[in-house]
């Protein structure tokens, strides 16, 4: 093998493929990296047995050759080369990386014992890579991150037709998303449990493309997703288990008691600072009136903290208290200048969706749902 590939382009492929290697994976072949020069392309594939990742650059290629080497190392070397562009050459023992004076030699693994990577799905539909990533975004912070947990750690695709609904919750907060979507199917319905991890760095690297969803089986135990756009494709096996039925915890219309209208960057800030004396279990205290939100943490003799900020209320004042991570994380999540809150009970939970401006309407394709946490008598 030997070929020339411009550094960015090379050390941006390789970092994509390298974040879903294992950092200690079950056979030590799995921390390889494969690497296929040929047909004016350098093909660079990872793969775990969970999970696959796949990205084509364009290249120039003097001779073609297939290796194995190890994936995070060659993506440490490729980021510190001096040069816009990297030579890689080798023979069946070791590939050399060199750029201007700068030169590694790497160790070879066996080809034999590394598995097949599993085939792309026949395509579904085809989504719009930046409403993909934004939603996704959307409701990444209500996924959880403990593993003895993995149905919590996925993020739900619950496919009807031409939308796609994301949903994901850690049992503190649910988060939802509807983006639109072209089917092949225009009369397709499918659910998939998807890591959420995985979802993230997808739909981040395909954000400025079309996004081609790939459904196999969706059975659960068995069932595989792909994704493909921009010379990228990746895998990934679904989780197994069941989706907890979520949507009962989102208010309905009829039982709102109170929404409120608050900028979300002064909101933000204002909830930053008075969480800097809240325990990491006690809650910041909202006492919303009067087009006040007046915000409380800390109480006895421990250092305490309280702010005011303006609000739109209507309907009944509300005296309510959240974690104040969780409700910073929903309003980063909203990505909209107003935050609007609609709340049935203080003991109930609380939706949070983002506005244009205050006179819009709330839209209904997103939700950001926080469990209240109980407040001190």
Sequence with gaps: MKVRVGR?????GIGWVAKGLPSRPSVPILAGMLVEAGDGQVTLSGFDYESSAQVSVPAEVADEGRYLVSGRLLADICRSMPRDSVELSGDAARVQVSSGSSRFVLQTLPLGEYPALPELPAASGVVSGEAFARAVHQVLSAAGRDDTLPVFTGIRLEIRGSKIELLATDRYRLAVRTVEWEPVD?????????????????????????????????????GLIGFAGAGRRATSRLIDGEFPKVRSLIPAPSAITSTVRVETATLVEAVKRVALVAERTTPVRLTIADGTATLDAGSGDEAQASESVEVALTGEPVATGFNAGYLLDGLASI???????AFTQPTKPA????????????????????MPMRLPS
């Design 186 to 222: 225009p009369g397709v319905e499918a659910n998939a449990l998807v890591p959420a991890k995985l979802l993230a760095d997808v739909s981040k690297a395909l954000a400025g493309h079309d996004v081609t969803l790939a459904l196999g089986s969706t059975r659960t135990g068995d």
């Design 8 to 12: 960015e382009v090379l050390a941006e």
């Design 335 to 341: 990505g909209a200048p107003v935050a609007h809150f």
């Design 351 to 370: 939706n949070l969706t983002g506005l244009r401006s205050p006179d819009d309407e709330p839209s209904g394709d997103s939700a950001y749902i926080l």
